[in-house]
């Protein structure tokens, strides 16, 4: 490793295979650590999946019947069917005892797509004769269900945050489509509406590659955390409180003190 890295600050501009290569010998040299790290990484999430199945099977799980039983969800996106389908099951299951190591029956229709990501699937929810676990699913499902609720895919009745989007909509949106369209400053075509954020995106994305290059960043850069690339912000300067910024003021310009209490009431 102290090879590769006087290799590459010798010569950062260089490719890898002419560089990092002729130092390591051989490829398989590179793959070996990979493949730690790779390992090092999958035991750390299976260990975080330990905790969370062991605090929430233990703890929270006896909260979500009657949260569920107190929320009337609705959905008017059929992208987030399975979703809702999945918490139609729960429910069917939450009032029965559960057992560690307990599945759902094989009969069952469980929702995985949309519902499961692939990496806690072959992890934690389905075993090798692939059965699935109500635990790890559970949890799956009400990770699911976060994310639709903040997108308001799934919406909440008789909330205010989280109600219905189309309540959102002035009440003559549908016969004044072009007028709304028009005071939004936005086109009414999908295409262009996504080709022009894609443009601005991209166009960003340039500009910060090249802040990146040129170091003008202003102390942002991109790090590994956990063997994943991350963009880390410098942190900001905490600011002086407002009696703070009087006191300074007042002394800068000879206040006394009563003069700096008055202000501080007017304002």
């Not at 559970?138 to 990770?143: A, D, F, K, S, W």
């Not at 219905?164 to 509406?193: C, I, K, M, T």
């Amino acid at each position: 490793m102290l090879r590769v890295a006087e290799a590459a600050l010798s010569e950062p501009s260089g490719t890898v295979r002419r560089v990092i290569s002729p130092v390591v010998g051989e490829e398989k040299t590179l793959k070996a650590p990979a493949a730690e790290a790779a390992a090092n990484e999958a035991r750390y999430q299976a260990r975080v999946r330990t905790v969370l199945r062991s605090s929430y099977s233990a703890h929270w799980r006896r909260m979500l019947s009657p949260l569920l039983g107190a929320l009337e969800l609705k959905c008017n996106n059929t992208a987030y069917r399975p979703v809702m389908d999945a918490i139609d099951l729960l429910q069917h299951y939450l009032d029965q005892p559960l057992k560690e190591g307990a599945f759902f029956d094989l009969a069952e229709s469980v929702p995985l797509a949309g519902v499961v990501p692939e990496h806690w699937r072959a992890a934690a929810v389905v075993d090798e004769r692939g059965r699935i676990e109500c635990v790890p699913y559970e949890l799956c499902v009400l990770v699911a269900l976060r994310d639709a609720v903040r997108r308001r895919e799934i919406w909440v009745v008789g909330a205010n945050r989280w109600r219905n989007p189309e309540d959102d909509l002035p009440a003559d949106f549908e016969g004044n489509r072009d007028v709304h369209y028009a005071a939004l400053g936005q086109p009414q075509d999908a295409g262009e509406f996504i080709a022009t954020l894609q443009g601005k995106l991209r166009t960003s994305l340039d500009r910060f590659e090249q802040a990146l290059a040129e170091g003008t960043t202003g102390g942002v850069t991109i790090v590994k955390k956990r063997g994943e690339p991350c963009i880390r912000v410098s942190p900001r300067t905490s600011r002086r409180s407002p009696r703070a910024w009087w006191r300074s003021r007042a002394r800068s310009s000879g206040a006394g003190a009563p003069s700096l209490n008055l202000r501080l009431r007017e304002g």
